[in-house]
């Protein structure tokens, strides 16, 4: 019978707080393009699939980015 491999992870353990970093900001960025432009848009002008498409994209990187964030500092979830 064969020994069977350990679990590990896709992505190597010392890429864990770049990722962070990158995906954190990307998702910051994201999020305050979409404050600005709810802020300078009126009422008429939104779009609702600009508005669900932007909040979802930045919901993503700062999910991951948050994921990333606990597994660099050791807690593993």
């Known amino acids: 019978m064969e020994a069977q491999?350990?679990?590990?992870?896709?992505?190597?353990?010392s890429w864990y707080p770049t990722?962070?970093?990158?995906?954190?900001a990307v998702g910051l960025v994201i999020t305050a393009s979409f404050f600005i432009y709810e802020a300078t848009s009126s009422r008429r002008s939104r779009s609702l699939a600009k508005e669900l498409f932007t909040g979802?994209?930045?919901s993503i990187f700062l999910?991951?980015?948050s994921l990333f964030l606990l597994?660099?500092?050791g807690v593993y979830v």
């Open 71 to 73: 597994l660099s500092c």
């Open 56 to 58: 979802a994209v930045a």
């Open 19 to 24: 990722l962070a970093v990158l995906m954190l």
């Open 5 to 13: 491999k350990a679990i590990t992870s896709p992505v190597p353990i």
């Open 63 to 65: 999910g991951f980015g």
